[in-house]
């Protein structure tokens, strides 16, 4: 997985950086073949914008979208998001098929 994390008019020290990546630790737990994560960091007028775009192979990339005063809870909410999105992904992916007609064992009426 390529991890990329960029700023635009805000300045990330390293403990900002490592809550980003402890945040996009969490997605691997879902087994999804998660190819690329970018992450951008956007001071707006009034607050923050973080963003996380998520490319999973063979499914259309997961944009989530945060805006906040504060940088932390923006983090942490889009994380949250992001979780949501992979967890709903996964089970979608490994419950999308139902049981075979060859599977069925016969009723005796």
Known sequence: MIVQIRAKDITLND??????????????????????????VAAEKKGVLVEFDIHVAHTSPIVISERDDDLDAAIDIGVDRASKALRRLHDKVTNHKGTSIKDLEPVDA
């Open 15 to 40: 403990e900002r950086k490592a809550h980003i990546e402890a945040g996009i630790e969490k997605f691997k737990k879902y087994s999804l073949d998660i190819t690329r994560v970018s992450v951008i």
